[in-house]
């Protein structure tokens, strides 16, 4: 991998809409260049989904989110690997992290109202073998996701002048 490919990253997880064209010119690279190093990335498992980043509050869904703090207790020969499988396979999962701390995992969820989310919790997380404890934390507003900033500047009201 070289820096061509890792400005192609930066530029299609800024913008997974940018049309080969766009990127070749961007990148300076031809556009067949461009389009079989991103297949390549493709292939090699480096560019994983192209995605929308939804502003779920304006559409309107009143879908909750929550990030859960999890103390786990590593498995012996597979650490937090197989917890970490088994808490992926919830549709309700949005992410998951191992992060240093207090806590050993981060998941982020969503749900249909925060009492779908405690039932998701207290029904399928904290049961679970090796876990020791949770954290719950409500997502009140999102003002930022991956990169995008969801705040829109109000456009100042005009003063009229008369002279």
Same mark, same amino acid.
């Given at each position: ?10 530029? &299609?997880?800024?913008?997974? #809409?940018?049309?080969? *064209? %766009?990127? $070749?010119?961007?990148? !300076? @690279? ?22 929308? &980043?939804?502003?779920?509050? #304006?559409?309107?869904? *009143? %879908?909750? $989110?929550?990030?859960? !703090? @999890? ?93």
């Amino acid at each position: 991998m070289d820096e061509k490919d890792l400005l192609l990253l930066h530029l &299609l997880e800024e913008n997974s #809409r940018l049309s080969i *064209g %766009e990127l $070749a010119v961007m990148t !300076e @690279l031809g556009p067949q260049d461009a389009e079989c190093r991103i297949a390549a990335l493709e292939a090699a498992g480096i560019i994983r989904s192209y995605n929308a &980043l939804v502003d779920w509050e #304006r559409a309107g869904t *009143g %879908e909750v $989110a929550a990030i859960i !703090e @999890l103390k786990v207790n590593p498995e012996r020969d597979y650490g937090y690997d197989r917890i970490a499988e088994r808490i992926t396979r919830f549709r309700q999962v949005r992410s998951l992290r191992l992060i240093t701390g207090t806590y050993d995992l981060q998941v982020i969820i969503t749900g249909k109202s925060m009492q779908d989310i405690a039932r998701f919790v207290s029904e399928y997380i904290a049961p679970m073998d090796r876990i020791r404890e949770t954290a719950t934390h409500i997502v009140m507003k999102s003002y930022k996701e991956n990169g995008h900033a969801f705040l829109e500047k109000e456009s100042a009201e005009r003063i009229p002048f008369s002279p």
